[in-house]
């Protein structure tokens, strides 16, 4: 047999091994943790922001297909160190499952991959398809935390290049009206699709046309500043248009599309500036130069690479009966929540909430809403009690919010932390609705503790987990009017909540168990 003959058998034997084991690792974790999987494809599927997740499989594969050649330099040697990664991700997964933090339990499933096939291909192998394998982790939905932030910087920016150009403003939050109309900076105007996108496309062109880090962290440093002050610029424009147009164009669905052109256009013009600094070979950076086709080291055998995977195997396995058995968190079958007894001059009525609005939460076992009356001083007390947490039944999760996308009446004004006398941590939210104006004091009630800080009760849920004990918390929320003629609001809010904080406390404590 010809000596090119045999390299040819050498490739194929060797390709064939790294496709299956590769397979093999990817199907361990893919299959046992399905339910993770299944739910990111769901919200791939589903979600405009997160649509590119559906590309990003396809993509680390085709970075793996035109790297064969330098794959193939390498011999596949399974590393069982790779367990350790591996075990340190399905324990994040642990994690983030006991906490429903879907964006852990995401990034845990990635990461298990990732580890699962260094298991299997050993060090060298793994070191080559560093980048393709990263690549990975831009299928995790992550960002929507960025939104209010992106959407207050958004509003800043637009408000005051209207006032730079000589257009007056009146902004009241994220809502702000000029002589032609009002406008409002919502979800959709705060750039996270044009920002998660330019970042992902920016990372993949900067990792095939570059070969030095520091051009390639420059164009990933552009290619995140770019979208964010396009965002800030196609906002403005639109307000622009509608303005100088008479609300003529810029302001139906022509919004949305001459949003999008303009920021194609200006990705499109990154990506051309950053094309005449392209290096030659930049793919291939990394990589050690070899002087043979193959690897010289024979590759392991078909028995080495299964007890790997049953190392895999074992490893994963641990974990979803481990979930399942903190999941079974100790409750009452039912609960009964009790309005709090009026005190210090307070009389709770029958009257609505006050301008009829509360907030949209979710899952809840027990929910109260009151309205208790001090004279003329009308509050809401709102209770929204959670216990034996498990996904769409637990405190803090995204479907509980004060304003939904489909409210067409309310919209945020802005929110910031504060505190009472008594050392409660709130969260002070405006609601601009018309006519009405609401200040919404806000904490969360963790059994021994309150506090404002979503991710502290995240914490506080995974220590219950873990410890096996009753995870019984709740929100709980005061509503109150602004305006002319009526009284500040957080004087109001503070005597009514010093007033009633050992009636809430007690009702909260008492409220398991009917």
Known sequence: MSTATMDAVKTSSSGALIISSGLAAFALVVGLFWPTAREMASIWWRSETFAHGLVVVPISLWLLWGMRDQLLRQSLRPAPIALIPLAVAGFAWLAGESASVAAVTHFALVAMVCAALWCVWGNALARTAVFPLAFLFFGVPFGEFLIPTLMNHTADF???????????????????????????????????????????????FAWLNYRTLRRRLLFILAATLVPLVANWLRAYLIVMLGHLSGNKIATGVDHLIYGWLFFGVVIVALFWVGSFWRESDAAESGVEPSTDRLATTPPASTRAIAVCCFGILAVLLVWRPLEAWLAATPGAAAYTLEAPHATAGWVMTNEPPVAGWQPTYVGERARLV?????????????????????????????????????????????????????????????????????????????????????????????ADRFAHRPDDSAAVIVIARKGEGLPEARGLVERFVLAHQAEIERVLRATPRS
């Open 158 to 204: 637009t408000v005051a290049a209207l006032r730079l150009t000589g257009v007056p403003v009146f902004r009241e939050g994220n809502s702000f009206v000029i002589p032609s109309g009002a406008w409002s900076v919502v979800e959709a105007c705060s750039g996270i699709r044009y920002l998660i996108a330019s970042v992902m496309v920016g990372v993949l």
């Open 370 to 462: 009151r309205t208790y009356r001090h004279g003329d001083d009308v509050v809401t007390l709102f209770i929204a009690y959670y216990a034996s947490q498990t996904p769409g039944h637990e405190l803090v999760q995204w479907d509980n919010r004060f304003v939904t996308a489909e409210d067409k009446r309310w919209r945020y004004g802005g929110e910031q932390p504060d505190q009472f006398s008594n050392g409660y941590d709130l969260l002070r939210t405006q609601l601009l609705g018309e006519p009405d104006r609401l200040e919404v004091w806000s904490w969360l009630w963790l059994g021994d503790s309150v506090t404002s800080d979503p991710k502290r009760a995240k914490l506080a849920l995974v």
